[in-house]
């Protein structure tokens, strides 16, 4: 029996209505800049990379002052120190304090031809007696092998507040064979990256605790030797009811345009300083949560788009364990990936949150956000609806592959693309296994909390 059209044109006015919210949003990708996520509003770039240059700058006073190998830590953490400088630098060159800090960062290295290379004339009228009378005895360290002691205790408070200030003025005192002085000058910058090392601290403790839980898991599973197979016959419930791919591309079209239109509307409204991630990452919930809201009316699926909460706490352990398993091979392969295209430190999309003022209220607005809600939203669009709807009628691979690539293309990361497409894939086998959102949230989840407590330890006020 043939069902009537009854209601064809209510479909064909839908059609007709998501067809036009394309077309403005295609408009307003080629004439227009705010698209969600997009790099060109990170703010404060170069406060944000010399930012990190200080902290590694302060990681290797820490780790020498411990006696655990100079010469390691040299290579390591005064190299990342310099690219972060450098990158600093590049972003603006008219930076002062960047270009200072690159010059002295590479005269610590014994590059002391490139040092001096940096060094630019400076208008002597605009700076202060005392503060030119600094920067005339470092560049006496900069460019001489044999700096005079007077030079170094004249700048010794202004370079200390400096990155790598406290580095040149032990250079210089070695490079007059007074070695105590120059060892006494680390211990003094190392004691005051104390708060530094606080957070190094707990990030370690966060970052080992969510990939023990992968390891700890494997082997578990290894003694164990045990698979749970479905009972034959017994049927595997639909990710979701009444959803295919019409809703799924409706659910994008959406999110595409109302995060535009969003945007707009925050970036005319003054948030202050401490309302600054609030207002980053606002549209893009707000309108992931309009394009949800329209899937569930029209849909009015009895699965709640996936959060399926039985079993919840298997659900979670699975998907923190697939966190744990997958964190470091991803954020290797965004790191590679990153320098090889020469990209900045700061591309992350994360990045720009932590330039907030750096109050409690501020970080646990962040945490929360990118955190927890901020998954949460993604998980039910990208995987309850795109990657379900898709699934309606591709194969797991196919609506995996094209709702991964949708999820890595969201955040607008040339050098994160790769590694956002794996995570998508990732996600999308944890719904696909668990029959519920609630394991990929919790991957993903794991996953932002991971880079959290690694980006504000990098990226965090030196003395907070």
Excluded: C
């Excluded at 060109?40 to 010399?50: D, H, K, N, Q």
């Amino acid at each position: 029996m043939e069902s009537t059209p009854q209601t064809d044109w209510k479909s064909g006015l839908r059609t007709a209505a998501f067809a036009v919210l394309g077309a403005a949003i295609l408009v307003s990708i080629v004439v227009g800049p705010d698209v969600p996520f997009a790099e060109e509003r990170i703010p404060a770039e170069t406060s944000l990379l010399m930012r990190g240059g200080d902290n590694f700058m302060g990681a290797y006073y820490i780790v020498v002052d411990a006696g655990l190998g100079e010469d390691r830590a040299e290579s390591l953490f005064l190299e990342h120190a310099h690219r972060f400088y450098r990158a600093a630098m590049d972003a603006e060159p008219d930076d002062f304090h960047a270009r200072l800090s690159t010059m002295f960062v590479l005269r610590g290295l014994g590059m002391n031809k490139e040092a001096a290379d940096l060094v630019t004339p400076w208008r002597r009228g605009q700076f202060s007696g005392s503060e030119r009378k600094a920067l005339g005895a470092a560049y006496a360290m900069v460019v001489s092998q044999h700096p005079a002691p007077s030079a170094m205790e004249t700048a010794h408070d202004y370079l200390f507040e400096m990155g790598p200030g406290p580095l040149l003025i032990a250079t210089a005192y070695r490079d007059i064979d007074d070695e105590a002085r120059a060892q006494e000058t680390l211990a003094e910058a190392a004691a005051r990256s104390e708060p530094l090392l606080r957070r190094l601290i707990i990030a370690t403790v966060v970052n080992a605790l969510i990939v023990l839980s992968g390891v700890v898991w494997v082997v578990w599973r290894v003694l164990r030797r045990k698979s749970r197979a479905r009972p034959e016959g017994e049927a595997e419930a639909p990710l979701t009811m009444s959803l295919g791919p019409r809703e799924a591309v409706e659910a994008l079209i959406l999110w595409a345009f109302f995060s535009t239109a969003f945007a707009q509307v925050v970036s005319a409204v003054s948030w202050g300083e401490e309302g600054f991630a609030l207002a980053l990452l606002s549209p893009s919930l707000l309108a992931a949560i309009v394009a949800i809201g329209w899937v569930w009316l029209v849909t009015r699926p009895g699965s709640a788009l996936g959060w399926r909460l039985s079993s919840l706490g298997g659900n979670a352990v699975l998907g923190v364990v697939a966190a744990g398993l997958s964190v470091i091979p991803v954020l290797l392969l965004y790191s590679f990936l990153l320098e090889l295209r020469g990209g900045s430190p700061a591309e992350n999309p994360l990045v720009r949150l932590l330039t907030v003022p750096d109050s409690l209220l501020a970080r646990a607005g962040i945490v929360i956000g990118v955190g927890l809600v901020g998954p949460a939203v993604e998980e039910m669009l990208f995987r309850g609806i795109v990657f379900a709807g898709l699934r309606s009628r591709w194969s797991f691979w196919a609506a995996a592959g094209g709702s991964a690539a949708l999820f890595a293309f969201a955040h607008l990361s040339l050098a994160g693309f790769a590694s956002l497409f794996l995570l998508g894939l990732l996600f999308a086998y944890l719904f696909e296994r668990s029959r519920s959102l609630v394991a990929p949230w919790a991957a993903h989840a794991a996953f932002n909390i991971f880079n959290l407590a690694m980006l504000m330890t990098l990226f965090g006020s030196f003395g907070s």
